[in-house]
């Protein structure tokens, strides 16, 4: 009785085709690494230039509606106290309680502030100067050549700031340059001040 005994062998990887195997997956990670480095990058730019517009175009949008708003104040003074490239004080119902607040924008630092006062007694009288103030916008980075505030008249024609003759102001232009790291952002907006028109008001 012959019997054929064959040996099976188990093939193993060589140590080369170890080290050639190690430097492709490697390769394969660093590229993958790569591209989720990237698609972080491009994610935060995104959320980030989101974040800043939202925030500058909505206290932009509030502003506005402010100075749409403008009137008469409470004891009979004119609309528009002072017009300047970067600090404007009006009289408007800013939180539309029928009370005609003193409103005061103006620039501290980088920050877009604005400063409320309330009338008080009778006849009402207004505080000098302003009773509380906040935060509209940050990272303000409006130069000296890049005024935050332009004028203009009821023909439309610009006004050189400050402005001398107030009782001429019936539109402002909003211009603001917010700071971000992937490049600054301009916002651009108008607003006419309707109560001061002859054409229509409001409230």
Known sequence: MVCN???????????VELIITMGIFSLVMIGVSQLFLKSWQNYNFVMHT??????ANKGVSDL?????????????????TSANSFDLK????IDKDNVTEKIHYYLNGT???VGISNPSGFPPTY???????KVVINNVVNTSSQPLFYYYDGSNNAISAPVGAINTVRMVKI??????????LTIESYASMRNLSDHDAIK
Not at 90 to 93: A, H, N, Q, R, V
């Open 64 to 80: 506005v509606n402010v100075l749409r708003r403008v009137s008469e104040a409470d004891n009979g003074s004119y609309a528009v």
């Open 5 to 15: 005994f064959r040996r099976k062998y188990k093939k193993g990887m060589t140590i």
């Open 127 to 133: 505080p000098s100067g302003d009773d509380t103030s």
């Open 90 to 93: 009006i009289y408007s119902d």
């Open 50 to 55: 989101n974040d800043s517009s939202v925030a």
């Open 175 to 184: 211009n603001l340059v917010i700071y971000r790291k992937e490049g600054n």
């Open 111 to 113: 920050s877009l502030m």
